[in-house]
Structure formats: C-alpha cells, structure tokens
Nanobody, 119 residues
Framework: QGQLVESGGGLVQPGGSLRLSCAASGRIFSPYTMGWYRQAPGKQRELVATMTALGITDYLDSVKGRFTISRDNAKDTVDLQMDNLKPEDTAVYYC?????????????WGQGTQVTVSS
C-alpha cells in the first residue's frame, strides 16, 4: 500500500555535506518509525538513523555527531542531513518505514539513492 522514494544522493568530497530526502505515500508516514539504512558494495545493509513517531532518534555510532535525521509529518518526508562525510560513508542509502502493530509487521523500503564520498 505504501511507497517511499529517496532523492538527494550524489558525489561529494570528504568533509563535505549532503542532504537526503524521502517522500512517503499511502498513509504510512506519521504512525511509523522512519529510518535510513545503507549498503556498501560487498557489505551487509546497516542501520544509519531512525526516528519514531514521537521523535525518538537512534544513530549508528560512526555517524553520531555528523548525521541528523528529521521528519516533517505535514509533508510526509524524512530527511538525513550528512555533514563531515567520509569515504566509508559511500553506499546506497535506503529509506525505511516500520510499524509492528500489524501482523505481520509493515516494513516498507525505498529503491535507494547512491552516495559517493571521494576526492
């Protein structure tokens, strides 16, 4: 029923900044936990940042202090502000919406957007 579409990826230099956006549709956004995940070539997908419907956040240790997740329920969007980017941040970034109230839980993924950090 729901759909997530990411945008804002691209090529940046180490130390630079990038802002990713995720647009949601299908009445899934406001009650869900929203998150950003990433997957680098040859590596497992990992959680980067999440925010619950009440605004509680969680971050991957290696991005704390550099990345900030935010959501705008009126616009059905969730953003990831990425500062002081490092080459190891290079990955495809995916937007996620999760709600375990349902059986089975609702777990919705976007198609991903490429982030490349290189000089």
């Amino acid at each position: 029923q729901g759909q997530l579409v990411e945008s804002g990826g691209g090529l940046v230099q180490p130390g630079g900044s990038l802002r990713l956006s995720c647009a949601a549709s299908g009445r899934i956004f406001s009650p869900y936990t929203m998150g950003w995940y990433r997957q680098a070539p040859g590596k497992q997908r990992e959680l980067v940042a999440t925010m619950t419907a009440l605004g509680i956040t969680d971050y991957l240790d290696s991005v704390k202090g550099r990345f900030t997740i935010s959501r705008d329920n009126a616009k059905d969007t969730v953003d990831l502000q990425m500062d002081n980017l490092k080459p190891e941040d290079t990955a495809v970034y995916y937007c996620n919406a999760y709600n375990n109230y349902y059986a089975p839980p609702h777990d919705i993924w976007g198609q991903g957007t490429q982030v490349t950090v290189s000089s």
